[in-house]
């Protein structure tokens, strides 16, 4: 009878132990939006702002950096409100620098495009090193 009571207890206690470990190695649903976010934003810089068409290109990749971005706010609750505020500021900068660009294409325009594009490349890159931090 005490075998059975030991094997029990032996039991139950390694259950709970599988049980803790499976927990602790659950990555966060928010490590795998951000890594899309990080991978759309990639893209975005990996445009030459320089070649014909670009700005096109760009508007069309801001499309799947915006749906990222809803990603990663709709995961991050109000953990990363801080740092999400700044990444969405600097998304809407950057959108209204491509769309004044876009209207009027000139030196100052697609300076504007380049300085919003690097905000906000610092910004996402300030997120997803916060956000890392938790994965």
Known sequence: MRRVATL???????GVSLAACSEDTETPAICGSVNSLEDSVQDVKDIDLTASGSLDEVKASLTEVGNALADVKSEAKSEFSDPLT?????????????????ADASASTLSAVGT????????????????????
């Open 8 to 14: 029990a207890v032996s039991t139950v206690f390694l």
């Open 116 to 135: 919003a594009l690097t905000s906000f490349g610092t910004a996402v890159e300030s997120l997803v090193n916060d956000v890392k931090a938790t994965c």
């Open 86 to 102: 700044t990444v969405e500021t600097s998304f809407t900068a950057l959108t209204s620098s491509i769309n004044a660009a876009t």
